[in-house]
């Protein structure tokens, strides 16, 4: 397939003004929803082909949010693409001035593999709702979720507005030497450096949407049984292969014991042994091999098991862990929670402060001035208090990462902002002119000017 055509024929398209549209736009995104409605039992058995995952799973952590942006931008799009009047000042008097949101064009759209369906089609959504058209590289990794969203797409929509191009780093890297007016990649830090560098060669604007290890702090006026409640939900949901899971656990000493313990009664409570219904396969051996390598069996308090036929690795807990353990020198990107203690807040938060920002960071405690201290102090992409990973549920709340997390965000209307160009105008009329700025240059004109630009 001739890439550099399909970019022209979308070029040509997009000059056609028609992607500019209101009216096309909505019915793209409305086109897109009933498309995927439409075939959410294919959808949800090629992801249980690539991950065993629950139709339960897929629908709340995978089409639910991309149905959810998708209602968002119909009902919010009119507005958000209306131009913005802003004020003017004096030295432009009369005039209005405003700014017009504009799509950027051709969008190169990359997707990770851990949520093929969500990480792929909610940028897709956003680049839609701004009016641009688009190329879609799903990840190549669960090939049959990437199979089913090339066969949709691709039958369904116009390769001139929208389309999928399946494939791997080959592929990719032919794609990344081509010029588009954006890319958004969803992926790791490494290959983020890899677009980021290709996309500089035309200076194209990217979103790069990556990860780290994000940290959950657990302090001791916590309600302990919530807290192990909701980060058993939050680490364990995709075994553990979610960008905002929390990656490592910060407890405080005098409550570790018993926060181990609830972390165990609620691993017993919603996943029991070899359960693979509620419960999701690694992806791939190469995942598999590489996360037992980072359980260190006297680490283990509860869990370790592991079945390579079945790529099952079950929840575990390591305990006593330092930050020089070999679980701490990556991110985790699996269901291992490794779990260590502090005595001094302070102390353990400057640590935290010497690795690279996190895309997430999660705090539970009911005293207020530590928890402001903790989001005052650290820099993450984004994150939840007294709960985890739920943030990427609120729409409202702009999705990305900082520093070594990624770079801009989406969601919602920051997704829109992400694919748009904001045009800003000066518009002044043709009935007055102040001379002030036109040589020849008086002491008066120059009074006059300190008074209006000073
Ligand atoms: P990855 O970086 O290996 O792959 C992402 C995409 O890049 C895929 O489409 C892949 O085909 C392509 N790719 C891989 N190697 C490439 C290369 N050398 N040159 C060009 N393209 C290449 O990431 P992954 O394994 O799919 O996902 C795991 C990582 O993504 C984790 O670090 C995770 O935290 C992060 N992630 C971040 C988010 C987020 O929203 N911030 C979401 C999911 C995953």
């Known amino acids: 397939m001739d890439h550099q055509k399909i970019i022209t024929a979308q070029q040509l398209y997009f000059s056609s003004?028609?992607?500019?549209?209101?009216?096309?736009?909505k019915a793209q995104l409305k086109k897109l929803k009933a498309l995927l409605i439409a075939n959410e039992p294919a959808l949800c058995e090629a992801i249980y082909k690539d991950f065993k995952k629950s139709t339960f799973e897929t629908y709340a952590t995978e089409l639910s949010l991309v149905y959810h942006e998708i209602d968002t931008a119909v009902k919010k799009l009119a507005r958000w693409s209306s131009r913005q009047r802003v004020a003017t000042n004096m030295a432009n008097f009369p005039a209005k001035s405003y700014i017009i949101p504009e799509p950027l064009g051709v969008t190169f759209i990359m997707g990770a593999w851990n949520y093929p369906y969500q990480l792929s089609l909610a940028p897709v959504v956003a680049a839609m709702a701004a009016g641009n058209t688009i190329i879609l590289k799903p990840s190549e990794i669960p090939v049959h979720s990437s199979a089913i969203l090339a066969k949709l797409i691709n039958e369904h929509f116009p390769p001139d507005y929208f389309t999928v191009i399946e494939g791997g780093v080959e592929v990719t890297t032919g794609l990344l030497k081509l010029k588009f007016d954006k890319i958004f990649f969803t992926g790791s830090t490494t290959v983020g450096k890899i677009v980021y560098k290709a996309a500089a060669e035309h200076l194209t604007p990217v979103t790069l949407e990556l990860g780290g290890k994000s940290p959950a702090f657990v302090l001791k006026d916590c309600n302990i049984n919530r807290t192990a409640q909701r980060l058993v939900w939050a680490k364990f949901l995709n075994a553990g292969q979610t960008c905002i899971a929390p990656d490592y656990v910060l407890v405080d000493q005098s409550i570790e014991k018993e926060f181990l313990e609830a972390l165990k009664k609620y691993i017993q409570q919603f996943y029991s042994e070899n359960n693979f219904e509620?419960?999701?396969?690694?992806?791939?051996?190469?995942?598999f091999e590489r996360l037992l390598n980072l359980i260190e069996p006297n680490k283990i308090y509860f869990g370790g098991n592991h079945n390579k036929t079945e790529r099952y690795i079950a929840p575990t807990i390591l305990q006593n862990v330092s930050f020089n353990d070999k679980v701490m020198q990556e991110e985790i990107f699996g269901p291992i929670l490794p779990v260590i203690t502090f005595t001094d807040l302070n102390k353990i938060t400057a640590e935290v402060k010497q690795h690279p920002k996190p895309l997430s960071c999660?705090?539970?405690?009911?005293?207020?001035?530590?928890?402001?201290?903790?989001?005052?102090?650290?820099?993450?992409?984004?994150?939840?208090?007294?709960?985890?990973?739920?943030?990427?549920?609120?729409?409202h709340l702009p999705f990305g990462g900082v520093g070594n997390s990624g770079m801009g965000n989406y969601h919602g209307e920051a997704g829109f902002k992400a694919f748009s160009h904001y045009k800003s105008i000066l518009h002044k009329p043709f009935w007055f002119e102040a001379n002030m700025k036109y040589a020849p240059y008086t002491s008066l004109k120059l009074k006059l000017i300190k008074k209006l630009l000073g």
Not at 278 to 287: A, E, L, P, S, T
């Open 278 to 287: 509620n419960y999701v396969q690694i992806i791939n051996d190469k995942n």
């Open 17 to 25: 003004d028609e992607t500019k549209n209101i009216v096309f736009r």
């Open 362 to 395: 999660y705090v539970f405690s009911n005293n207020t001035k530590q928890v402001e201290h903790l989001l005052h102090t650290l820099s993450f992409g984004g994150g939840a208090v007294n709960d985890a990973v739920m943030h990427i549920s609120n729409g």
